[in-house]
T-cell receptor, first 118, second 117 residues
């Protein structure tokens, strides 16, 4: 089925370790995003990529790096994981959704990746 | 900066009854979009409904409708004939009018809806 695929779904890290969350979409969307979800905080934007070859910081970028490898793939890297980065991470992509008329891009989310940093 | 506030952390509704989830937002923009997303236990984020600020008519999608009060900056979601499958966390979200390739959403903290059989 078409959509946004994230890997891994679960990961446990020790403080200081590094890891990369992978995201791929097969809907030919231009824009891709990484959000983190924490209890009582909603979803907060980490980084986004408006198009292939461009990336920009979101609300909470510190401690993360991203790579827009090609139009399909947008990875999120934690270089030195900290317990404060324990969270559920969502990748999303956006394109116009015909159900809701023209003009507004609607985000399609992946299933999420639960990361625990000990 | 835009902010989205969902002040009720939890709500409960009897199956087949109607429930309203509240959301307020703050912005200096005159044109924007508002959304309600549903997140079931599977964690997948599912778009429920969308409202354009320039439209006075409230959006509806089957059993879901909104009450959009632009002057009051209020955007509530009404779920009619509640079903067990409606149990989920619901997020209100805001986005500026599309002006390029930037479609960043600002989310509220979410509200957990339970449905009693």
């Amino acid at each position: 089925n078409a959509g946004v695929t994230q890997t891994p779904k679960f990961q446990v890290l020790k403080t200081g370790q590094s890891m990369t969350l992978q995201c791929a979409q097969d809907m030919n969307h231009n824009s891709m995003y990484w959000y983190r979800q924490d209890p009582g905080m909603g979803l907060r934007l980490i980084y986004y990529s408006a198009s292939e070859g461009t990336t920009d910081k979101g609300e909470v970028p510190n401690g993360y790096n991203v790579s827009r490898l090609n139009k399909r793939e947008f990875s999120l890297r934690l270089e030195s994981a900290a317990p404060s980065q324990t969270s559920v991470y969502f990748c999303a992509s956006s394109e116009r959704d015909s159900r809701f008329g023209s003009g507004a891009n609607v985000l399609t989310f992946g299933a999420g990746s639960r990361l625990t940093v000990l | 900066a835009q902010t989205v506030t969902q002040s009720q952390p939890e709500m409960s509704v009897q199956e087949a009854e109607t429930v309203t989830l509240s959301c307020t937002y703050d912005t200096s923009e005159s044109d924007y979009y508002l959304f309600w997303y549903k997140q079931p236990p599977s964690r997948q984020m599912i778009l429920v409904i969308r409202q354009e600020a320039y439209k006075q008519q409230n959006a509806t999608e089957n059993r879901f409708s909104v009450n959009f009060q632009k002057a009051a900056k209020s955007f509530s979601l009404k779920i009619s004939d509640s079903q067990l499958g409606d149990a989920a966390m619901y997020f209100c979200a805001y986005r500026r009018t599309y002006t390029g390739a930037n479609s960043k959403l600002t989310f509220g903290k979410g509200i957990t809806l339970s449905v009693r059989p």
